[in-house]
Every structure is written in structure tokens, then in C-alpha cells.
Antibody, heavy 122, light 107 residues
Framework: EVQLVESGGGLIQPGGSLRLSCAAS????????MNWVRQAPGKGPQWVSV???????YYADSVKGRFTISRDNSKNTMYLQLNSLRVDDTAVYYC????????????????WGRGTLVTVSS | EIVMTQSLATLSVSPGERATLSCRAS??????LAWYQQKPGQAPRLFIY???TRATGIPARFSGSGSGTEFTLTISSLQSEDFAVYYC?????????FGGGTKVEIK
């Protein structure tokens, strides 16, 4: 079955760190545009980061310098290291596979995990 | 950054009726627009891409239209399983951005 399963969320104090995991099955994460998308309570989704098949990484301005995306191909798992966490980082974090058509520069999200909740609070 | 605006936060519709949801982009996104459905406690699910192409398994009662800055998602005859929140997302410009969502609720 093709699926994504996130883990690693929890309650953390401001300034703390957390590592999220996204385990994929049924396809190879190393061949796809793999993203993290977050959704704060009652808000629309917000794109956070992407890891290209060639290893390039990109981040939203709001997390640049604090979050790091990576993967372990042998485990078919993607990670998001969250450092210097702030209250406004509180959200459900989803991993999502991006699909980019040949003629297009960017992508939509054709597969999502169920998400993991990160709550930043003192 | 392109701002995606879904002007209707909530749309109240009776089962069997037609629902029309709108999404506006702050600048052109051509046809690089996707729609997602999200139910409580679940991840968003891709419904429409390329502004008008239904994703795999999406019923024909869902249709998307528009290009440039104005887009519409139409549900021709609402079924009970269609009551949910719908988000639009542009993938024409960086960064990728989503609208704030429209909740379709039972009238």
C-alpha cells in the first residue's frame, strides 16, 4: 500500500528541539519531491520544506535557519529537525509527496500522511 | 508571495443541492491550481489539479474551472460525504501557497 506515516510530534517548550519522521511505503522517497506541510489550528495548510530527488532542499522563510529536512534512503524515511521552536510553530505537521508535471516548475500534493501534532508552549 | 483567497469561510447547503466554491489568486497562476478536501482529523486529500482535472477516484459530481486568478470548484449534487473543508493551492509560483479554506456544512 502506498502511504506516508508521520511520528515524533509532542509538547515542547519554546526554544526546544524536536525531530519528526515520515516513513514511506509503496514508493521510493528518493525519487520524489518530498515535502513537509503544516497546518496551525483552524488555518489553511502552509508549505514548510521540500527535499528534491537530487538532494536539494528549500524552506519557507518562516523556518529557514531553524528547520532541517533530510532523508535516509535505506529506511525510506524523511525527517524534519525542528530547532529554536516558537509558539507560532504549533501545528499539525504533514509529510506530502509532490507531483510535478513535466512542463511545470512546481507541484501539487498527491499523497499525504495523517500528520503529527507539534505543540510549542511553556 | 501569491495570496490565495477563499472569500467564503462557510457555505451552508442542503443535501442534493449544488455548491459553488471560489478561490482567487493575487496574481495569475495560469491553470496551476489544485483543490483539496479535508475532513476533521484527517489529512487533506487531492481532488482537482490543473484547475479542472479530477484526481483518481474523485466522483464526476466534482468539477473545477477557471484560469488566471479566478477559480471555482462545483459540487453538482451534495452527498453526505462531501461535507468538509475545501482548500485551493497554487503551484505556479514560489512559494507554494494555500487558501484559507471553505467549510461546506449541512443547511
Amino acid at each position: 500500500e502506498v502511504q506516508l506515516v508521520e511520528s515524533g510530534g509532542g509538547l515542547i517548550q519554546p526554544g526546544g528541539s524536536l525531530r519528526l519522521s515520515c516513513a514511506a511505503s509503496g514508493f521510493s522517497i528518493s525519487s520524489n519531491y518530498m515535502n513537509w506541510v503544516r497546518q496551525a489550528p483552524g488555518k489553511g495548510p502552509q508549505w514548510v520544506s521540500v527535499l528534491y530527488s537530487n538532494g536539494e532542499t528549500y524552506y519557507a522563510d518562516s523556518v529557514k535557519g531553524r528547520f532541517t529536512i533530510s532523508r535516509d534512503n535505506s529506511k525510506n524515511t524523511m525527517y524534519l529537525q525542528l530547532n529554536s521552536l516558537r509558539v507560532d510553530d504549533t501545528a499539525v505537521y504533514y509529510c506530502a509527496r509532490g507531483y510535478r508535471a513535466v512542463a511545470e516548475a512546481y507541484w501539487y500534493f498527491d499523497l499525504w500522511g495523517r500528520g503529527t501534532l507539534v505543540t510549542v508552549s511553556s | 508571495e501569491i495570496v490565495m483567497t477563499q472569500s467564503l469561510a462557510t457555505l451552508s447547503v442542503s443535501p442534493g443541492e449544488r455548491a459553488t466554491l471560489s478561490c482567487r489568486a493575487s496574481q495569475t497562476v495560469r491553470s496551476n491550481l489544485a483543490w483539496y478536501q479535508q475532513k476533521p482529523g484527517q489529512a487533506p486529500r487531492l481532488f482537482i489539479y490543473g484547475a479542472s482535472t479530477r484526481a483518481t477516484g474523485i466522483p464526476a459530481r466534482f468539477s473545477g474551472s477557471g484560469s488566471g486568478t479566478e477559480f471555482t470548484l462545483t459540487i453538482s449534487s451534495l452527498q453526505s460525504e462531501d461535507f468538509a473543508v475545501y482548500y485551493c493551492q497554487q503551484y505556479n509560483n514560489w512559494p507554494l501557497t494555500f487558501g484559507g479554506g471553505t467549510k461546506v456544512e449541512i443547511k
